[in-house]
Structure formats: C-alpha cells, structure tokens
C-alpha cells in the first residue's frame, strides 16, 4: 500500500481508479476521494456484507483505528465517516461454478451510474491479466537470463520499452483505421512489426507508405470482442433478473457477467 500511495499523484480529478481488493482499506479511499478520484474497487475478504436479495445499497464506514504510519494530527484531519456504494452481482467463469463478487465504488448515483455498467467497468480489470501475459509469453519474460542485478534490470527496462512501443504501434493503428485498441492483438501486431523490421526502405516516401501498409495490417488483426460480449451478457440478464423474489424495480440491478478474459478472479 506504500507503494500504491506513492502513486496517487500521478491521478488527475474525474479519473476513475479499477483495482482489486487488495486497495480496499479506509486510508487509500479517503485519499482517493481528497484528490477527487472515484473508485471501483472489490470489497476486501475481512469486511463483512450484509445479507439479503439487495443488489446495490449504500454504507456509511466509520474512521477506523488510527494506523502506526499516521501522525495523530493528520489522522484528526481525515473525515469522521466515509459514504460509499455496494454493488453485488454474479460472474460465471467459464468451466467453474458461478459466484458472487461485491464491488466498493463512490459512484453513488444508481441512475446515472447504474449496477450493470458497474460491473462492466470492473470486468474491465482482468485486461491487466493478459498484459501480464503479454509480457511475460510473447515477450519472452518469464525467463530473466541476466546473471546480475544490473544486467536483469538493464533486461527489464529492454522489455518495457519494447511493450511500451508496440502499444503506441497498436494505438497508433486504432485511431487511424477507427477501431477499438482492445480489439487489436498484441501478437499479430509484434509479428506484423518483425516481418517488416527487416526490409530495406531506400526513401522516405517508400518508409512512410509501409507504415501505413503496417498500420493497416495491425488494424485487420482483431481478436473476439469478449469484453463487449460480457457486458452485453450482463445487460441482458439485468433485463431477464435472474434472482428468485425480486421486484420489477429491482430487476434492473441484478447481472451476470461472464469473465473469460482472464485467468480468474482477483
């Protein structure tokens, strides 16, 4: 969490911060709201949740205990109570049981920020799982071949400034052919990039034709739109509501989604 408040500067107000629930605590969303961020966060295991057929209900957390790295006189400035919004819903992941997941957001407003795009936007969390798996299986870095400290952070940084640049490629390609970044796939595109590395280009005129001719390449190579179908499987069954008992009224804030982007949940 040191760590996690280090980075809290680089946040600009009206951002919507995404994260697991190992940032659930009292501190970093009181920090987060001081600086005009909201939040959707998974409730963390130790929290208890109240029962029942609800879906989404607000909660007033009171100030905990006053943490050992917290000077008495900024704990007394942090706010006495924190009010924040519950969002439950259900996530099917493919080839396993469904479950419950609960969600922390400070998005209070249920009309304008309704369950399902809730849950849509949380679903979009496991992106992060296949960037890791980016890195590490078409990079090559789930095998560190340096010898020493140096030369294994010379070969980290290698790795994030090649990941770094095929991302610019692939939004690079979004925006000049129209089409979502998220779609395109990270692999064609670094194969796209070696096929191409090796040509020789005599002029500026030919080097700016292929990278257009590249761009367009990148742009073709879409992969499933898995997220998209997620949500539009949540949306679908708030409109069915799914749990047994519920009102009409209620039928809106119930959702499944499936999660089939990464590799589980966090």
Known sequence: ?????????????????????????WLFLVQLLAQKVDFVIRLHQARPVRSGRRRSWLETWLKPRRPS??????????PASLLVRLVRFQVQTRGFRPHQVTVVTSLLDAKAFPDSAIAALYARR????????????????DVLRGQSPTVVERELWMHVIAYNLIRALLLEAALAHDVPVERLSFKGALDALQAWASRALPSRRHRQLARRTLLARIAR???????????????????????????SSQKTAVGTTDFTDGPGAA
Not at 69 to 78: N, T, V
């Open 126 to 141: 496991w992106q992060v799982e296949l960037h890791f798996r980016q890195i590490k299986t078409n990079l090559a870095l």
């Open 1 to 25: 969490m040191k760590l996690a408040r280090r980075l809290l500067a680089s946040l600009r107000p009206g951002e919507v911060l995404v994260a697991d629930r190992a940032y659930c605590g």
């Open 221 to 247: 190579d879409q992969v499933p739109s898995r997220r998209w179908r997620a949500a539009q499987k949540l949306w679908r069954a708030a409109g069915r509501g799914r749990v047994r008992g519920e009102s």
């Open 69 to 78: 790295d917290q000077s008495r006189r900024a704990w007394k400035k942090r």
